[in-house]
Every structure is written in structure tokens, then in C-alpha cells.
């Protein structure tokens, strides 16, 4: 995937992570861990570097498929 198409669907991914709200303490836990891996992709785009995703991705999306199915489908792009 081309860097500026990662980068869009990472900006989309940081915007749908900000607004999700009803999460309990542990979901909050690895949203905002996977919003520190978000932001260092992004970080990693602008510098023309390759992005690595972690296996906290997919856990994130096994997590939270039911109860946010829009993050989770940003989460899947």
C-alpha cells in the first residue's frame, strides 16, 4: 500500500479512536495503546519509513467488533 493511502486510512483510524466514548477501563487501555502505535505509523509515514503493525491491531478488532463496529471497521482498512 502506497505510503499517502496509509497515511489517510492512519488519520482516519486517530479520528475514530478520538471519538469513541463508551469503552471500559480495559478497552480504554488498548485504544490509547493503539493510539500511540497510530501515531508512530504516522510518524514513520512522514518520514518515508516503512509502517509495521503490531498484534495489538488485530486485537483491538477482535475486541471491539461488536460493541464499535465503526471503529472496528476503520481498525480492518
Known amino acids: 500500500m502506497p505510503n499517502d493511502e496509509l497515511r489517510q486510512l492512519l488519520e482516519k483510524l ?4 478520538g ?6 477501563a480495559e478497552n480504554r ?6 493510539e500511540n ?3 508512530t505509523l504516522l510518524t514513520r509515514t512522514e518520514k518515508g519509513q516503512p509502517a509495521g503493525l ?8 477482535n475486541t471491539l467488533e461488536v460493541s464499535h463496529p465503526a471503529l472496528t471497521q476503520m481498525l480492518s482498512e
Open 29 to 34: 487501555d488498548l485504544l490509547r495503546h493503539l
Open 37 to 39: 502505535d497510530v501515531r
Open 14 to 17: 486517530h479520528t475514530e479512536i
Open 54 to 61: 503490531t498484534g495489538r491491531l488485530e486485537d483491538a478488532i
Open 19 to 24: 471519538r469513541t466514548q463508551s469503552v471500559d
